[in-house]
């Protein structure tokens, strides 16, 4: 088993930034990828951005250019930089884990451990 806990959320003003984190805990020795997605109330939830083991990294069209994806400690295996954040960015953003992700590293399906989600709104 594996427990994931998000921090990091807020409100921000349009063009302001914010740093999620995602702990984890448990038995990470299968763990090969980690990965956020985010989801409005009411909307899928989509894949975000995500991290292999082996270092490849994935990004959704509306991350690419203003979000980063990256390690921090042990303690926090993967965090979310995301800058110059627009209204449209407002969602619950969720850290999850897989051991095998196929051929879609941002398909929540793929996915098996979640955490309880951080909640970003962004205010114009």
């Known amino acids: 088993q594996v427990q994931l806990v998000e921090s990091g959320g807020g409100s921000v003003q349009v063009g302001g930034s914010l740093r999620l984190s995602c702990t984890a805990s448990g038995d990470l020795s299968g763990t090969r990828y980690l990965a956020w997605f985010r989801q409005v109330t009411g909307k899928e939830r989509e894949g975000v951005a995500a991290?292999?083991?082996?270092?490849?990294?994935y990004y959704a069209d509306f991350a690419r250019r203003r979000f980063t994806i990256g390690q921090d400690n042990v303690d926090a295996p993967v965090v979310l930089q995301m800058n110059d954040l627009k209204p449209e960015d407002t969602a619950k953003y969720f850290c999850?884990?897989?051991?095998?992700?196929?051929?879609?590293?941002?398909?929540?399906?793929?996915?098996?451990?979640w955490g309880q989600g951080t909640q970003v709104t962004v205010s114009s």
């Open positions: 999850a884990a897989a051991s095998s992700v196929g051929q879609y590293p941002l398909r929540d399906s793929q996915y098996n451990y």
């Open positions: 991290l292999a083991s082996g270092g490849a990294i």
